[in-house]
């Protein structure tokens, strides 16, 4: 079995302040796990990924993730928001159990930065 | 890092037409590529798993005369979505898998929005 739970549906933050973003998993399965973004009217983009490797996961424009087994959680974060910042966010897990791999994308959280 | 790429990015197209989205791996081969679609407010939906050299296979409640799939090469599968209507109108993202590298793994394509009219 496997799941992801982005915890907040919406989070609205300041300019300059932090940014966490939720994403709790459960997998059966040795899970890879990712932060996607999409901006408005735009694809996903991959921001940053985890895979059996450094448990601190650093990607693009700022945001960090620390995979945290023992909590099952993947959250996301950023030491500053931007006003770029402002999209939906997506916590993939990808579960790989021999040559099978399911995957299961959470619902999103959209961030709101306020100027 | 993998990148996956997906042709267009957006389309518009007449009802009663076909559409054919693109979906290439660029720095890796792909011996299976899989078919998302989005629907608003909800997360994304399997469609089919795409293997090179195989039928693909599909999920329950997608119609494969309709959402036609070809692997054709290990970079590259195509979706048609034959005599297109409205409700077919969505965001549609493929993703590849990488069987190299430290733990195999899936990357996801920017998506194709498309809308029929």
């Known amino acids: 079995a496997q799941s992801v739970t982005q915890l907040d549906s919406h989070v609205s933050v300041s300019e300059g302040t932090p940014v966490l973003l939720r994403c709790n998993y459960s997998s059966s399965y040795s899970p890879s796990l990712f932060w996607y973004v999409q901006h408005p009217n735009k694809g996903l983009q991959l921001l940053l990924k985890?895979?059996?490797?450094?448990?601190l996961v650093k990607g693009i424009n700022g945001f960090e993730a620390e995979f945290k087994k023992s909590e099952t959680s993947f959250h996301l974060t950023k030491p500053s928001a931007h006003m770029s910042d402002a999209a939906e966010y997506f916590c993939?897990?990808?579960?790989?159990?021999?040559?099978?791999?399911?995957?299961?994308f959470g619902t999103g959280t959209k961030l709101q930065v306020i100027p | 890092g993998a990148v996956v790429s997906q042709h267009p990015s957006r389309v518009i197209c007449k009802s009663g037409t076909s559409v054919k989205i693109e979906c290439r791996s660029l720095?890796?081969?792909?011996?299976?590529m899989f078919w998302y679609r989005q629907f608003p407010k909800q997360s994304l939906m399997l469609m089919a798993t795409s293997n090179e050299g195989s039928k693909a296979t599909y999920e329950q409640g997608v119609e494969k005369d309709k959402f036609l799939i070809n692997h054709a090469s290990l970079t590259l599968s195509t979706l048609t979505v034959t005599s297109a209507h409205p409700e077919d109108s969505s965001f549609y993202i493929c993703?590849?898998?990488?069987?190299?590298?430290?733990?195999?793994?899936?990357?996801f394509g920017p998506g194709t929005r498309l809308l029929v009219l």
């Open positions: 985890y895979t059996s490797a450094a448990t």
């Open positions: 993703s590849a898998r990488d069987p190299t590298g430290w733990g195999e793994t899936q990357y």
């Open positions: 720095d890796f081969q792909a011996t299976t």
């Open positions: 993939v897990v990808v579960g790989n159990s021999g040559g099978y791999q399911k995957v299961t």
